[in-house]
Structures are given as C-alpha cells and as structure tokens.
C-alpha cells in the first residue's frame, strides 16, 4: 500500500467524492492500472469503506479530465487512446500550447517565471537520478507551471483536460519501455524556458512548435512498437493457442 493510499484510508467514510477521485487519478497515472483496465465500483468502495456512490461521482470527475471512459456493457475502463485518437489529441494540444508559451515569453510575472524555472532543475534532478515515476511527475507539473505563466485560466483549462490523458497514456508508456532518453528529454525543456525568458513572442511559438513536435514523434514510436508487441503474441490463424 502506498502513501496516497494510507492517506485516502484514514479518512474512510468520512472520505468525499473529490479525495476519492484524487486517489484514483493516482493510481492511474501511477500505472497501477492501465489503459483499457476495468474498473470496478463495488471492489473500490469495499477497499476504502466508503459508498458506491461516492465512487461514482469521484470516477465521473476523472471522466470530465479524460483519464476514464463509460461504456453501457464495460462499465468504467481507463482511457486507451488509438494512433488516430493520440495525433488528432496532439495537434489541438501543439496549437494550445504553442500560443501558451508565446503568452508566457509576454509575461512580466518575475515570480512565476522563477517558478517554470524551479520546476525545470526538479525536472532535471529526476532525469540525472533516471527516477521514472519522479520524472513523470516533475514534467507534468512543469508544464502546469508553463500553462499558469500564460495567464489565461480558459485556455489552462484546456491543455489541462488534453494533456493529462496524453501524460498518463504515452509518456508513462515511453518511460516503461525504457526508449526516452531523460536528459536529453529535459533539455528539451530547458530550450522552452529560454524562449520564454527571452521574450520574443515568434522566436518562442517556433521553439514551442519544435520540442511538441519531437514529442508527438516519441510518442507515435511508443504507440506503434505497443502495437507490434500486441500483435506479435496474438495467435496466429489456424493455430491451437
């Protein structure tokens, strides 16, 4: 039992649908479960002591975020996203963010700017100790930190909604495999925080515009090389497996 998971027990029935929704994003994107695992409302409720209720309106705000999907017949199962549905994802979040890093390099905000930077040495920190699950965590917030330099709270709220089911989907499937190369991945970052501190608003939607699409690139690999390896055990036509 992990930390997050001692914490949520304390509580128990006196245990609200947004602590119970905070300790299943968790596990999801811890890789406790993954994409296109069932998951089971009753099995939840009787674990933490709580109503089956309250697991279901704590599992609809991770629908609302993406990380889970309803299906008459399969109940709630996390997200899995196609090669289709990661590009079509990806292309409106290169747009979003683009313009966020472009609002970002406009921001006089000194104290916020400080923060992106803070988060990129953690960032860094994870990558040279190669702490998958750190790493993983430290890029996600830095980019919240990135969205929240943009000063705009809509379009925060947007990037928010796509980019953590692509977080928890892709990169920590990148991660798994072993195939990303942390630092080099990290530097990547640093050439963001440059283009916001030089504040040249077209210089920095063009970096943007650079590192997403290295990205979007890392991410395809992983997904076509989880299809090879879905395929390669499926058996073959006429065999007895």
């Keep these: 039992m992990d930390a997050a998971e001692t914490t949520l027990l304390r509580v128990t029935r006196t245990a609200i649908p947004d602590q ?55 109940g709630c199962t996390v997200t899995r996203l196609s090669e289709k549905e990661y590009g079509d994802i990806f292309r409106v979040r290169s747009e979003l963010e683009a313009l966020a890093v472009e609002l970002a390099a406009e921001s006089r905000d000194i104290e916020k700017k400080k923060t992106l930077e803070s988060s990129l040495k953690k960032l860094k920190k994870a990558a040279e100790s190669g702490a998958v699950e750190a790493f993983y965590q430290r890029d996600l917030e830095f980019h919240q930190e990135l969205w929240r330099l943009a000063n705009n709270r809509f379009l925060e709220r947007a990037l928010s909604q796509l980019v953590i089911p692509l977080f928890a989907f892709v990169m920590l499937e990148l991660l798994k495999e072993g195939s990303l190369d942390l630092v080099a991945n990290a530097r990547e970052h640093q050439r963001l925080v440059d283009a916001v501190f030089d504040a040249d608003k077209p210089r920095a939607r063009k970096v943007a515009e650079q590192v997403l699409r290295g990205f979007w690139k890392e991410g395809i690999s992983v997904l076509q090389a989880s299809k090879t390896t879905v395929n390669a055990h499926r058996p073959r036509p006429g065999s007895r497996k």
Excluded at 46 to 72: D, F, M, N, W, Y
Aim: charged residues 25%.
């Design 20 to 74: 119970v929704a905070i300790f299943l994003r968790h596990k999801i994107l811890m890789g406790h479960w993954r994409p296109g695992d069932r998951i089971v409302e009753t099995r939840i409720a009787k674990q933490l002591g709580i109503g089956q209720p309250t697991v279901r309106e704590a599992l609809g705000k991770l629908e609302e975020a993406g990380l889970v999907v309803r299906s008459p017949n399969c």
